[in-house]
């Protein structure tokens, strides 16, 4: 498929999408705790709470990735959570409408359309979005997939710090960092994974124009 970057359509979710959400899902995710997957019940959800916060990136009408957020104010002295906590197991009914951060629910592509910059326009939308409500940024919990090789040899901490020097290369923390996410920690025991194991990476992007 030689789809050029141009013909990426990102659009705010809809319901009609919602059953190609829950295949995107189980294909970005094989490994992960079912229970832990987005369906079509949160998709409705989220649209119902918090329409703005839904993209799309779409090829010929075709889903090829998604993104969902909620807003949240975030306490960076007790940053442990899990990701169910996060994100009300799915449904983002704790969404405050004041918070002031937006919180990363879900970022995925499909695997065959990998590398070719569609997180970055999913990223692109979620900026927008933070400038135009003058949000202070994004915070989410970074899964590390390229960990899994290095943690006989290193902490997790160590593998985030050589990631994010340039020094190691992770196929979804490397991207984040990519566009301006910092690690500022790590958060343990964050969502079951069987493959990717269950701690994340505490990864925050400051609105340059944020107006405090």
């Given at each position: 498929?030689?789809?050029?970057?141009?013909?990426?359509?990102?659009?705010?979710?809809?319901k009609q999408?919602?059953?190609?959400?829950?295949?995107?899902?189980?294909?970005?995710?094989?490994?992960?705790?079912?229970?832990?997957?987005?369906?079509?019940?949160h998709v409705?959800?989220?649209?119902?709470?918090f329409?703005?916060?839904?993209?799309?990136?779409?090829?010929?009408?075709?889903?090829?990735?998604?993104s969902?957020?909620l807003r949240?104010?975030?306490?960076?002295?007790?940053?442990?959570?899990?990701?169910e906590?996060?994100i009300?197991?799915?449904?983002?009914?704790n969404?405050?409408p004041q918070?002031?951060w937006?919180?990363?629910a879900?970022?995925?592509?499909?695997?065959?359309?990998?590398?070719?910059?569609?997180?970055?326009?999913l990223?692109?939308?979620?900026?927008?979005?933070?400038?135009r409500?003058?949000l202070?940024?994004?915070?989410?919990?970074?899964?590390?997939?390229?960990y899994?090789?290095h943690?006989h040899?290193?902490?997790?901490?160590?593998?985030a710090?050589k990631v994010?020097?340039?020094?190691?290369?992770?196929?979804t923390?490397?991207?984040?960092?990519?566009?301006?996410y910092?690690?500022?920690?790590?958060?343990?025991?964050y969502?079951?994974?069987a493959?990717?194991?269950n701690?994340?990476?505490?990864?925050?992007?400051d609105?340059?124009?944020?107006q405090?």
């Amino acid at each position: 498929m030689n789809h050029h970057m141009n013909d990426v359509v990102v659009i705010e979710t809809t319901k009609q999408y919602a059953d190609a959400i829950e295949v995107l899902q189980r294909q970005c995710y094989p490994t992960l705790d079912p229970t832990l997957l987005i369906r079509r019940v949160h998709v409705e959800s989220q649209i119902a709470v918090f329409p703005e916060g839904q993209h799309l990136a779409l090829i010929d009408g075709v889903v090829v990735g998604m993104s969902s957020t909620l807003r949240l104010n975030i306490d960076f002295s007790d940053s442990q959570h899990t990701f169910e906590e996060m994100i009300a197991g799915g449904y983002i009914t704790n969404h405050d409408p004041q918070g002031e951060w937006l919180y990363g629910a879900d970022m995925s592509t499909h695997p065959d359309y990998r590398r070719r910059g569609i997180a970055s326009k999913l990223y692109d939308a979620r900026k927008a979005l933070i400038k135009r409500l003058n949000l202070r940024g994004m915070v989410g919990g970074g899964m590390v997939p390229g960990y899994r090789f290095h943690k006989h040899e290193m902490s997790l901490e160590t593998y985030a710090a050589k990631v994010s020097a340039g020094e190691l290369h992770d196929p979804t923390l490397t991207p984040q960092l990519k566009n301006g996410y910092v690690v500022r920690g790590v958060i343990y025991n964050y969502l079951q994974d069987a493959l990717l194991g269950n701690d994340a990476t505490l990864i925050v992007w400051d609105n340059p124009d944020y107006q405090g």
